[in-house]
Structure formats: structure tokens, C-alpha cells
């Protein structure tokens, strides 16, 4: 199954290829030239060397693995058995760009699924200090953030390569303890 994601003045295509990773490199959009399936070709072995290398692409890898392994386990609608819509393929991609798009060295969320067709990234450190990420089919990502007594919520867009501000900002005060920084807009 293939879904394309549009936004203004970009597309991300995501294919979902017999090995269970998401491809960035291929899609219907994608030059069709000899040259540019080269190009294609080689830039997909280069990704995938990369993020299988524990060493380079660390914990992101895993995480990335987590996601895919979610999205192929929620692919059918009703897969929770009480009516939960199915988690496509977009969903997927876009969890997997907003993970690559983290710093190195960022602490990795708990990935789970959603009832809703979205999936959840989840930074816990305590029952009482975390940033949770709603990730869709579009570029608005739902957050909310809970850091001891203080809390909040709010949406940011996501163009699919840099983290959002308030959201970086949040990771980066649940996991390094600090105090609620992170505020609605």
C-alpha cells in the first residue's frame, strides 16, 4: 500500500517495501530516468546502511523499527477488536521523519498506537512528568505535556524535516528534568 503525503511546495512519498522499512527515495512522483533510478537506488541503500548501523543511527533505529512494527500490527481497521481505525502507511512515514529529524543523541519516546487511525510518541519520565505526540496524516501535531504540577497542551506543524520548536522544547525539559518551559500557543 502506498500513500502520498502533500504539502505546500513538497511531497513526501512513503512506499512501504517487502522488508517492512518505509522507503523515502521511491514513489509515483519520483524521476523515472534510468539515471534518476540509479540515484534512487543508491540513495535507498545509503539510508537503509545508515540506520541499520547501531553505531550511527543509535537508538533511532529502534524506535524507527518500533514504529514500523506498530503501523504493520494496526494496518487493518478494527485491529484492537473494539472498532480502532487503521494506522496507514502516512502515519508511519511521518513518524519516522519526525525521529530522524531529532538531534543525535535526543532520548528516543515510547511508540503506541491510537484508536483514531494516529500513533502516540510518548517522552515518560514519571506518571507525573511527560510530552506526548499525536502524529496523523497531516503536518499539525497534537501535544500535551504534564511537569509536576504544571501541564499544558497546544498543535504545532511538522514540514517534515525539522522538529517543531515548542515540541523539541518540551522533549528537552521532560528529559533533562527541567521545569515546564514548554507552553501553549
Known sequence: MQEIVRR????ITFERSTGGEIN???GPDSATSREAGS????????AKSA???????????????EILTVADECEDENWDGEGAKAIKD????RAVAL?????????????APDRDGRM???????????????????DRLPYAWVDGGESGHGVARFDGSKVPPRIFQGIHSITN???????AA
Open 51 to 65: 540506520e541499520a548501523s547501531h553505531s550511527l543511527f543509535g537508538a533511532k533505529a529502534a524506535t524507527i523499527s
Open 8 to 11: 505546500p511546495q513538497n511531497v
Open 99 to 111: 525521529i530522524r529529524a531529532l538531534p543525535m543523541g535526543t532520548p528516543m519516546p515510547e511508540v
Open 177 to 183: 528534568r527541567g521545569h515546564a518551559t514548554l507552553r
Open 24 to 26: 523515502p527515495f521511491t
Open 39 to 46: 540515484v534512487r537506488e543508491a540513495g535507498s541503500k545509503i
Open 120 to 138: 502516540s510518541l510518548d517522552w515518560i519520565l514519571t506518571r507525573y512528568s511527560f510530552l506526548s505526540v499525536s502524529i496523523g496524516s497531516t
Open 90 to 93: 502516512c502515519v508511519a512515514g
